[in-house]
């Protein structure tokens, strides 16, 4: 019974209690502070994501510029030595190829930093490549013409030395020749005596104290081919000591023929005919005599003409 009562006053209790519904103002701005969020949320994660694949490009890109910057080095540190090759084989280029080497080491220093300097340096690079070509068919050029040049320097020698053998083979006839003729005009001597002698007696005095002059007889020979006229004959004596007996006073004892110093004790002028001519040369005692062997020697132009010895004693 009681539950029968209770009810009708519940449902209109409810039925009385007001509905409370959510603003559209409120839902509408939520759905769009959710979808800023989201949108926020997307940007942030794709920007993230950019970064990173442009630390990665720009990782890439560095890691490229660097390996073909030391490529690019590389290269032109090959190019300085092949300057250096060129060079030590060219002196005429080295002005040239000195200043293509500066050019090189310039660029060495520079610090190239991006691509665009990177290409550029290339480009020049290939320049110089351009350049070098330039001068290895200047220098093979060169090397060629030199080659020639040696060629026909080493005929000319050839040919001058075989000149100069056969000028000098025919100045060795010649002086042969001349040789032989001066021989077929030396003179010759024979009849050869020498002894001393005191107060210009005929008799030869044998000791060395008592006698005050030396004397030497002899005969030029008759000899058709020397040239007449006036003929100095020197006279050498050499004494037991090997020293030679001096010159009279005044004179040099000395002589000069054809560059060569003659040491003499007397002279004479003959005048000689091309015929038989006897002589007789005297040398006056300046200086005491030792006993013993004296050997006489007779010179003409520079010829030894004859020789004679003799003894005296005490």
């Not at 050498?236 to 020293?243: A, D, M, Q, V």
């Not at 030679?244 to 040491?263: D, N, R, V």
């Not at 004479?268 to 001519?277: E, G, I, Q």
Request: proline fraction near 3%; glycine fraction near 4%.
């Amino acid at each position: 019974m009681e539950s029968t009562t209770n009810t009708p006053n519940f449902e209109k209790l409810k039925r009385q209690e007001p509905e409370k519904r959510v603003p559209m103002w409120l839902i509408a701005t939520i759905i769009t502070l959710s979808v800023i969020v989201i949108i926020l949320v997307i940007t942030i994660i794709k920007g993230n994501q950019n970064q990173k694949a442009e630390d990665v490009n720009q990782a890439n890109d560095k890691a490229l510029l660097t390996e073909e910057k030391t490529q690019l080095e590389g290269e032109l540190r090959e190019m300085i030595i092949a300057y250096d090759s060129l060079i030590a084989h060219s002196d005429s280029l080295d002005t040239q190829l000195g200043a293509e080497q500066e050019r090189i080491r310039s660029l060495l220093k520079t610090q190239a930093s991006n691509y665009a300097k990177i290409k550029m340096y290339q480009k020049e690079l290939g320049t110089l490549r351009e350049i070098m070509r330039s001068y290895i068919v200047q220098i093979d050029s060169l090397n060629v013409r030199n080659d020639s040049l040696t060629q026909q320097n080493i005929r000319v020698t050839n040919r001058y030395m075989a000149t100069s053998q056969q000028l000098e083979e025919t100045q060795k006839i010649l002086e042969t020749l001349e040789e032989t003729v001066d021989l077929g005009k030396k003179l010759t001597t024979s009849k050869l005596f020498a002894a001393g002698y005191k107060d210009n007696k005929d008799k030869p005095k044998n000791s060395a104290k008592k006698l005050d002059q030396i004397r030497v007889d002899f005969t030029i020979n008759e000899n058709r081919t020397s040239e007449k006229g006036d003929k100095m004959i020197y006279l050498k004596i050499t004494g037991p000591n090997e020293e030679i007996l001096p010159a009279p006073e005044g004179e040099s004892g000395a002589y000069e023929h054809k560059g060569q110093i003659f040491e003499y004790s007397e002279k004479r002028k003959v005048s000689y005919d091309n015929t038989a001519l006897d002589v007789s040369i005297f040398w006056h005692k300046t200086v005491e005599l030792n006993p013993g062997f004296y050997y006489c020697e007779l010179y003409c132009e520079g010829h030894q003409i004859g020789a004679v010895s003799f003894q005296l004693g005490k």
